[in-house]
């Protein structure tokens, strides 16, 4: 079984307080997502997530507070916007859509945050690494 | 095609004195269609006036009122340029104030050509032509029917021919930004050919051209190695038009969705989760 790549971009106000709030719980998580933080997770730009499909990510991940709670205000109003036609893109090139998953988790959610990790990861090492697909 | 030319020559000729000058095409002594400005003191270049093959103006009128501030111009536009202008307005470089729009009517034959849902100008004051009806993208919607594996195939086979010689980009009516992310070594990297997976030249681009593509087909049509790149272009026009409920060029008022925040029912349309 091959272990799969992951990289999650966690918004520093909430899904990153997120993170440290599931550690402190001591939740277990599989260790395959590698946490890059972000100011506001609208600072994702379409780029970014493309990019790291080209360098070998077999999934990537963009966590952000809830729409209402962003320390920007509308900051993830921007994420919302974007991500999801980021997400058709890939559709229509051939790429699993599956790969690419967008989820609010805020401070307080160490459980949810745990579990969407838990999900994806699961999710992605069901799936032939990226690198074999794409040849 | 024969009776919109005569027509389109006598709307230009009445306009001339009201405007500085009218940019439509003209064919050159060698036969080479290209964008033109007609005045009025040289009013006899009227008879190289040409409309078929089409060339994107929007660009060429965006660069004289750059460099005119104060001049008051008409443009000859097809439904595309038209969308063109429109969206080039609502990014703050165009002022339609300045523009008389002359709106050139598709015919049936060209509306196939560019497989264009609505080939009629729906803003310009005088038009020229009968009205044409839209035609089905056929290319678009048999790419829809193929799965996964065959969409990735399909793209790996058109790619491969890509040379990255920055065509598309160069023709296209919407691209006016200074600075592009498709210049920057970060993104697309110099010198790499074939396209990685996934394509980043390609999936930058038609990300940047959400709710800005005007469905004018030219990049296609510039294209030396014939990639269909609006299939991509016309499939994300066709989600944000679900989603944002903003179609490209249409509504003077409405402003782009990346302009503003989330509206009512907008979240719910996209997909995620709750």
Redesign the interface.
């Known amino acids: 079984m091959y272990e799969p790549k992951i990289i999650g971009f966690l918004c520093n106000w909430c899904s990153y307080r997120g993170a440290d709030t599931a550690g402190m719980a001591r939740l277990k998580y599989p260790p395959n997502v590698k946490i890059v933080r972000v100011p506001c997770s609208g600072r994702i730009s379409p780029e970014l997530v493309l990019r790291t499909f080209r360098e070998g990510a077999d999934g990537v991940m963009v966590l952000g507070c809830h729409i209402g709670d962003c320390h920007y205000a509308t900051g993830n109003h921007r994420t919302a916007k974007r991500m999801p036609v980021l997400r058709n893109l890939l559709a229509y090139s051939g790429i699993d859509p599956e790969r690419f998953y967008i989820n609010w988790v805020s401070a307080a959610e160490g459980e949810k945050f745990a579990t969407v990790i838990h999900q994806f990861t699961e999710k992605i090492r069901a799936m032939p690494p990226f690198s074999e697909v794409v040849g | 095609m024969s009776e919109r030319l005569p027509a389109l020559r006598e709307a230009i000729r009445k306009l001339l004195p009201e405007v500085e000058g009218v940019l439509g095409l003209r064919r050159g002594p060698a036969g080479i269609v290209t964008p033109h400005l007609f005045v009025a003191e040289r009013a006899g270049e009227l008879d190289a006036l040409a409309i078929w093959p089409k060339e994107p103006l929007p660009d060429v009128l965006r660069k004289i009122l750059k460099a005119h501030p104060t001049a008051k111009l008409a443009v000859v536009c097809r439904r595309c340029e038209e969308r063109g202008i429109v969206e080039m307005s609502k990014h703050a470089q165009i002022d339609l104030a300045r523009v008389t729009l002359i709106g050139l009517q598709c015919t049936r034959a060209e509306a196939e050509f560019c497989r264009c849902a609505k080939p009629a100008t729906i803003h310009a004051r005088i038009t020229v032509g009968k009205p044409g009806e839209g035609v089905a993208d056929r290319v678009t919607d048999d ?1 829809l029917k193929k799965d ?9 086979e058109h790619f491969l021919h890509c040379i990255k010689c920055y065509g598309c980009r160069n023709v296209c009516p919407q691209c006016f930004c200074n600075v592009c ?1 498709l210049e920057d070594e ?2 697309v990297e110099t010198g790499r050919l074939p396209m ?5 030249y390609h ?2 681009r ?2 940047h051209m ?1 709710a800005k593509c005007v469905a004018c087909r030219e990049c296609e049509e510039t294209c030396p190695t014939g990639i269909p790149l609006a ?2 272009f016309r ?2 026009a066709r ?2 038009e679900e ?2 409920k903003y179609e490209t060029g249409a509504a003077i008022e409405q402003s782009p ?2 302009f503003l ?2 509206e009512e029912g ?2 719910e349309r ?4 709750h």
């Open positions: 790419f996964q594996a065959g969409r990735l195939a399909f793209w790996k992310a970060t993104w990685p997976v996934p394509p980043m999936l930058v038609a990300m959400t299939i991509h499939l994300i989600d944000v989603m944002f969705p990346h925040v989330l907008e979240y996209t997909g995620l989760p």
